[in-house]
């Protein structure tokens, strides 16, 4: 198998050397953590004046994890470690109310980040002659622009497609010979289904590989798109705390996923105990950012469950890789690829003076793609009404929920007591997927 690498000298560098650049950097990520009102605080709280007193790994696992609920606690400035005026860019990702996390991007990170997308799409084989079509969303979601730098960096022709609009996705397919693809696994299915139902042969495009990822799916999946397409896919993981993707990629080989290590400091803990796990155990992945200017992040605990596979893979890449991501410690959904908290749909759902107490929130497939629904006990006044003023309300509740989670639930008003009640603790969220 030919073995493409960006970055040579970093991809393969001796081991030892990349633990040794991995303290250097965490002392400078501290040193910055330092600057922001947040970490000042935190490190203090245990006695960590200066980054100095960094000597060891030891020392550094002294500090305590960073959370989802610490950036909200810190929006919107509480982490910058810098001054505003050197931000060059913001993304956000929902948080579990109102208040999104936010991570800030100076010129240097953007850089670093472009870099990493680069390095990822190459080991994958992509090169400049690649004709890239990205279908993740542009915007505050990092999918799109993550890799969209990358690509360009890479020298390959980008094509800005965003999500949606499937005809426009097989049209711009065909006009420029597309051969790469970024979009989620979802995705990538209701795509085939629509090519289809359009009289599309697969024969018609020239797709040779899809880089799929922002939701967890398993290696059925992946096998079951490359049968369809009979093309390559690879699984690309990252998260916005951490830039967005390009934090772990698959290599040709595709067996697990290559975690940057010469960018992200990766632990695996136990999420109940939060003790370190040995490689090989299933648990919680913890990041440190080693290289960001911005938003640096300590011990940030991902919520996401894998194991890390301790064995060398034969790209010859001395990043150690993650198994594919099982599932989550919190309730957060992913739905589409967009991450969506039921307590974001409780919060508009109890807000509503039309409201009861009561609903459900249920996700399911319809054809190949999710499909949410919130079904919310209205008071009798409401049903006592015309149908024209149910249908407004309807209309009204989706989209005070899309401005809330950005997707478009299917809303469904019921009268008070057909929805199930529970004594202990309710059961609300039903994924049926
Ligand atoms: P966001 O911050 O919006 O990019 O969402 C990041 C989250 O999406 C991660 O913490 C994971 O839970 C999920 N995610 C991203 N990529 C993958 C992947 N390849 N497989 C499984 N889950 C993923
Ligand atoms: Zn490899």
Redesign the pocket.
Known sequence: MSVNYWNKKVETADREELLRQQLEDLKITVARALKTPFYKKRLHQVGLESAAEITSLDDFYRIPFTTKNDLRDAFPYGMLAVPVDEVVRLHASSGTTGIPTVIYHTRPDIEVWAELAARSMA?TGMTSKDVFQNMMTYGLFTGGLGLHYGAEKLGSLVIPASSGNTRRQFQLMKDFKTTSVHATPSYMHHLFNKLQSEGISRRELSLKKALVGAEPHTEDVRKKIETLFKIDVYNSYGLSEMNGPGVAFE???K?GM?VWEDSYLMELIDPDSLEPLEDGAEGELVFTTLKREATPLLRYRTRDLTRVLDKP???G?VHR?IARIKGRTDDMLIINGVNVFPSQIEEVVMKLPESGTNYQIVVEKAGALDQLTVKIEVNETVFSDDARDLNALRRKIGDYLKASITISPVVELHEHGILPEFEGKAQRVFDRR
């Open positions: 080991a290599c040709v080989y067996q290559h893979c034969e790209c890449r890789r």
